[in-house]
């Protein structure tokens, strides 16, 4: 089971980015997938989550990327993307991707690392000003 993300850079403010999360080992359309950041010296951040696919398809984003970020999977590709708009130099991180298919009780548990059982390396995000 492995989680590839890719497509970080170096970009300008207001530029924009897209992000993919590959899996392989897994049928990635049984798993949820959130998108986190980490910045220097700072805590792993929620960013966006995507639903299971068997179960609909629901989104839901951190309010500091609502409107400017947007989630979406290509299940017969077996990838979830980040498509990053807009973008700003407080948008400088590492990037992770993380996948898990238990079941929570908590309606917010996909905000909480702790949640998810695979992750990926993580992709670097420069903006520049």
């Known amino acids: 089971v492995q989680l ?3 497509g970080g850079g170096l970009v300008q403010a207001g530029g924009s980015l897209r992000l993919s999360c590959a899996a392989s080992g897994f049928t990635f359309s049984h798993y949820d ?3 986190f950041r980490q910045a220097p ?3 792993r951040e929620f960013l966006a989550h995507i639903s299971r696919s068997w ?11 609502k409107g400017r970020f947007t989630i979406s999977r290509d299940n017969a590709k077996n990838t ?16 992770y991707c993380a996948a898990d298919r238990d079941l929570h009780l908590d ?6 690392t702790n949640n998810y059982n695979y992750w990926g390396q993580g992709t670097q995000v420069t903006v520049s000003s």
């Open 33 to 35: 997938v959130g998108w």
């Open 41 to 43: 010296g700072k805590e």
């Open 80 to 95: 979830v993307y980040l498509q990053m708009n807009s973008l700003e130099p407080e948008d400088t991180a590492v990037y």
């Open 107 to 112: 309606n917010n548990w996909y905000r909480n």
């Open 4 to 6: 590839q993300a890719s």
């Open 55 to 65: 179960s609909g398809i629901s989104t839901y984003y951190a309010d500091s990327v």
